[in-house]
């Protein structure tokens, strides 16, 4: 690389000044792509980085009970908000009178559970084909790909950012409730065009999952890097997909995730929930949900793991700020 910047300079040294600024501009753009994200953030490439996203704040009034804990007491160093849901007046409150803790949206164009439902916050009559014969976004993310299309998914997208804003959240980052907009190709435009507009950064499958699911490869996450997106270099999600990870034993599976952590940032996404009457009477996953607000929020032995293996904790804020600053 330090050859090739010598090279380019001696290039540019002979075509003049003009030419001269562009190339060294070229020049920075070569390094920032040289550096690992951790060393843009200041810290070694050695270092491993660890964001602890708790999805579905908002949701319930019990999910917005664990986040808050986590985030004040436990290990969660960000959450994300579901727009549509009936508890989110209470947890943006918490946002808008909490500015230092780390919040982003939820994309959410599926309401999946039998009894607790909700509809869009965009316009009815301008996403009709998001929503099922009783009014609600549909059940499943299959639903949405055979009656939906991806510009109702990206005007429903920017309305529940906006919502999110105009409520005082200082928005930090962008993710998709059961991964709607992050694994279908024409949808992951949507997710993409959201987080330009925007200017956030957006949680990033790795490049196996791209390609598992069709909605690109390596050189996509490249070109999106390259075009100044940040992002985490890995992201936890094969691993937690499917029946195994639910009769897993919750503490040793992260506690086997945390010990593998690879040099550079990870996000792991949980489900932290207080149990109780209301988090069992609208998921069969209460329980899960109830070990993973255990293990990262009261559990000293996830905590010291963490001490022990060096991880770095980190929230989306600083990937915004740098995201911004490659943006402007």
């Given amino acids: 690389m330090y050859i090739c910047t010598l090279l380019l300079k001696k290039f540019c040294m002979k075509k003049g000044i003009i030419t001269l600024t562009f190339c060294l501009l070229l020049m920075n753009s070569f390094l920032i792509m040289a550096q690992t994200t951790a060393e843009q953030l200041g810290y070694k490439s050695t270092d491993r980085l660890l964001v602890i996203n708790n999805d579905d704040a908002g949701m319930c009034h019990s999910a917005n009970l664990a986040t808050i804990e986590g985030l004040e007491k436990g290990l969660i160093t960000t959450s994300t908000i579901m727009a549509p849901c009936p508890w989110m007046s209470e947890i943006a409150e918490y946002a808008k009178t909490h500015p230092d803790k780390d919040f982003g949206v939820h ?13 869009p916050v965009a316009s009815k009559d301008k996403v009709k084909e998001l929503m099922d014969e009783s009014g609600y976004l549909h059940r499943s993310v299959e639903a949405v790909y055979a009656n939906a299309n991806p510009e109702q998914a990206l005007i429903e997208g920017r309305a529940q950012i906006q919502k999110l804003i105009d409520a005082g959240v200082p928005v930090t980052h962008i993710d998709s409730h059961m991964g709607t907009v992050q694994v279908h190709p024409e949808y992951f435009k949507v997710y993409v065009q959201l987080a ?103 559990d000293p032995d996830i905590r010291q793991l963490l001490k022990d293996e060096g991880i770095i904790l980190i929230g989306y804020r600083p990937l915004m700020e740098l995201q911004r600053k490659n943006r402007k």
């Fill in 196 to 298: 330009a507009e925007f200017n956030l950064p957006m949680r990033m499958a790795s490049y196996e999952t791209m390609e598992r699911f069709g909605a690109g490869n390596g050189k996509m996450r490249d070109d999106l890097k390259a075009a100044g997106f940040v992002f985490t270099d890995y992201f936890i999600h094969d691993e937690v997909s499917g029946n195994a990870y639910g009769k897993a034993n919750t503490k040793e599976f992260w506690t086997n995730i945390i010990k593998n952590l690879k040099p550079g940032i990870t996000e792991l996404f949980i489900h932290a929930t207080v149990l109780t009457d209301e988090s069992r009477s609208i998921t069969g996953s209460a329980q899960k949900r109830a070990e993973e607000y255990h293990c990262f929020v009261h």
């Fill in 107 to 119: 994309l959410t164009h599926t309401a999946e559970w039998k009894y607790y439902r909700w509809g």
